[in-house]
């Protein structure tokens, strides 16, 4: 089955971290843009992290800029999402997105939930 999945979601306390995880199954991302979307309770959907195909060059949203970092393990299938000094504005549904270099063919994970409280 085609589809890419996230994991390592969970409650955190502000200033702590969390490493969030998006595997790929019947494909690998070498083909395909990487990006890490959220969704806080009220909120639009916000583009988070970019991950580019071949060269992988980066992107962040100024909110998260020098305090998350995306990358990509070919040998393990994932692209990591690394966050650090969480905030309570942090808490959201965070979504892995994969998009085709060519054709544009996009696969959505199902979500992982992010909690940041004291």
């Known amino acids: 089955q085609v589809q890419v999945v996230e994991s390592g979601g969970g409650w955190v306390q502000p200033g702590g971290s969390m490493t969030l995880s998006c595997t790929a199954s019947?494909?690998?991302?070498?083909?395909?843009?990487v990006r890490w979307y959220r969704q806080g309770p009220g909120k639009e959907r916000e583009l988070v992290a970019t991950?580019?195909?071949?060269?992988?060059?980066?992107s962040y949203a100024d909110s998260v800029k020098d305090r998350f970092t995306i990358s990509r393990d070919d040998a393990k299938v994932t692209v990591y999402l690394q966050m650090k000094e969480l905030k309570p504005e942090d808490t959201a549904m965070y979504y892995c997105s994969a998009t085709r270099v060519i054709g544009n063919r996009v696969y959505w994970g199902q979500g992982t939930q992010v909690t940041v409280s004291s």
């Open positions: 019947g494909f690998t991302f070498n083909m395909y843009a």
């Open positions: 991950l580019t195909a071949g060269t992988s060059v980066t």
